[in-house]
């Protein structure tokens, strides 16, 4: 992000290395200021529907009662790497609490939506891909099969050749 405002304010400013036009540098801090600020207000946007996240992160959803919450939240925090390294936001409904690792704010309504729209009729957990459809559905949550899943996906495969070079 850094890089792209400072190249922008070259740009702008029509820099070299012996000259600065002075006239340009307002309108260049003005933009500079506005990307700034146009990105910070992105941090403040509240999730309210899984689209929001399209391209940007793969999804799971998953719905755990009290016997099965201990297992699905050691599962997701033993894999905090792998979850990491796949671009992975997981969103665990119980009946008290709707917990994630998603760092930004959360709509109210967010979890009653995502189980009404997602978790029914016996599947406890959703895998979401980056384009935001449903990948696998599942009536036992299984971190180890979404993550085969995740890897077979051509998305994935790429995204693994461009992080070994």
């Known amino acids: 992000m850094l890089g792209r405002l400072i ?13 600065i036009r002075v006239a340009r540098l307002p309108l260049a801090a003005m933009i500079i200021y506005s ?3 146009n990105q910070l207000l992105a941090n403040d946007v509240i999730l309210s529907d899984v689209k ?12 755990a009662d009290r016997q ?17 390294e796949r671009d992975l936001l997981w969103f665990v409904i119980n009946a008290e609490q709707l917990m994630s ?5 959360i709509s109210k309504d967010f979890a009653r939506d995502i189980h009404e729209k997602y978790l029914t009729n016996a599947v406890i957990s959703v895998l ?4 935001g459809s449903v990948k696998d559905r599942q009536t036992v949550f299984s971190l180890n099969s979404m993550f085969l899943l995740i890897d077979s ?12 070079d």
């Open 52 to 63: 929001q996240l399209r391209w940007d992160n793969r999804i799971i959803l998953a719905l």
């Open 128 to 131: 979401i891909g980056k384009d």
């Open 7 to 19: 190249t922008w304010a070259v740009c702008l400013t029509n820099l070299n290395f012996l000259s």
């Open 35 to 37: 990307m700034v600020s």
């Open 153 to 164: 996906m051509p998305m994935r495969q790429t995204e693994m050749m461009r992080d070994k």
């Open 68 to 84: 099965s919450e201990a297992e699905v939240m050691s599962q997701l925090y033993h894999a905090k790497s792998e979850i990491d």
């Open 101 to 105: 690792n998603y760092e930004g704010k």
